[in-house]
Each structure stands twice: as C-alpha cells, then as structure tokens.
T-cell receptor, first 111, second 114 residues
C-alpha cells in the first residue's frame, strides 16, 4: 500500500529560527495537502498543492510540490511559539477519495 | 457554519458495551470520513462515505459499524471493543468526494475501552 514518510520526526527550535519538514510518498500523488495539529487538537487544513513543481506561500509558510509529484516540503521562516504542533502531509490517491497521512513532524519552539 | 461537530468528546466503555459516536456537518459536504488516531501517530483512514454511500472500508473489524443516515450525519456504532481500540476517533468531511479543497475535521471523540 501507499506509504508517506516525513522527516524529521521531531524538531526543536529556538523562536526565530527556520524550520523545514520533508514529505516523501512511495507512489505518485494526485495532490498533496498539509495539515497542522496542535497538542490535544485535531488536524486543521493548511493548503493543497496540485501541480508538479508548484510553490505556494502563506505568510511565513512556504509549500512545495516536487516535479515528480512524489515529494513535498513545508518551510516556516522565523518560527514563533504559535507554530508549535505536528505538521502532517497527506496524499490523495487513486480515485481521489482516499487521503493518506504522512508520519508527521512534531515541532517545538522555545523562547 | 464551517464546523464538524462530534459527540461525545470523551467516552469510556467496557468491552461488552454498545455505544455510538456521532458526527454532524452543515457545510453541504458530500463526502464524510472516519479516522482513528493513536497517540503520536498520524490519523488512519477507517471509512469513506460518498453521497451517503459507503465507498471505502479499510478492512476495519466488524465491531466498528458506520452509518450515514443523511448527508449531514455520520455515526460510528461500537460493540465488543478491545482495549487496543482506545484512541481518538476523528470525523471529517470534504466538499467533493475527491477530497479537493481539504478536509474539515471535528475535534474528535477520545475513546477509552476498559
């Protein structure tokens, strides 16, 4: 079955440092979605990437979709304590109604 | 209304009990999902309903029985669960059956089986 791996598993940064998480799928994806889950919370949709090589920005967050549509990355510039949480990529495959989550990267931000 | 509402928020049940989890959305979404999430793990897909019909069952044990009474409601009936079934159960919905535009998740039901 499809596997979606993320690295690193954990990242501990000082506030103001940058952060990047990488997502790799064993199969080609129709699109890739990113979610954020705060501690004790539920996943919240951040963005969807559809096109090969697509780059999208949301304020301090930059999302990329690989040329082969098998990998993606999320980069946060100048982290803040509000960025704390687990970031999941999720791939939509097959007929398009099966969303498989990556293993997640837990981000901790220290003052 | 841009929310998915799940009840109850917490549930403790014995292995011989029967209980139900409920999920409701009024966004006009035509696809609804059940996910299971263990601590420090990603959500795992259990069931997909598309236009009120079950379209995907990820080989979930029969002690979990989903039901979609109408386009706004999704239930998960639980019977004879095991302690290893303790987890956060998340309901989600999406605008199209293809899942485009992202999923909206409810806040989940934290289930403990004793």
């Amino acid at each position: 079955g499809q596997q979606v791996m993320q690295i690193p598993q954990y990242q501990h940064v000082q506030e103001g440092e940058d952060f990047t998480t990488y997502c790799n799928s064993s199969t080609t994806l129709s699109n890739i979605q990113w979610y954020k889950q705060r501690p004790g919370g539920h996943p919240v949709f951040l963005i969807q990437l559809v096109k090969s090589g697509e780059v999208k920005k949301q304020k301090r967050l930059t999302f990329q979709f690989g040329e082969a549509k098998k990998n993606s990355s999320l980069h946060i510039t100048a982290t803040q304590t509000t960025d704390v949480g687990t970031y999941f990529c999720a791939g939509l495959t097959g007929g398009g109604n099966k969303l498989t989550f990556g293993t997640g990267t837990q981000l901790k931000v220290e003052l | 209304d841009t929310e998915v509402t799940q009840t109850p928020k917490h549930l403790v049940m014995g292995m011989t009990n029967k209980k139900s989890l409920k999920c409701e959305q009024h966004m006009g979404h035509r696809a609804m999902y059940w996910y299971k999430q263990k601590a420090k793990k990603p959500p795992e897909l259990m069931f997909v309903y598309s236009y009120e019909k079950l379209s995907i069952n990820e080989s979930v044990p029969s002690r979990f029985s989903p039901e979609c009474p109408n386009s706004s409601l999704l239930n998960l009936h639980l019977h004879a669960l095991q302690p290893e079934d303790s987890a956060l159960y998340l309901c989600a919905s999406s605008q199209l059956a293809r899942g485009d535009y992202g999923y909206t998740f409810g806040s989940g039901t934290r289930l403990t089986v004793v």
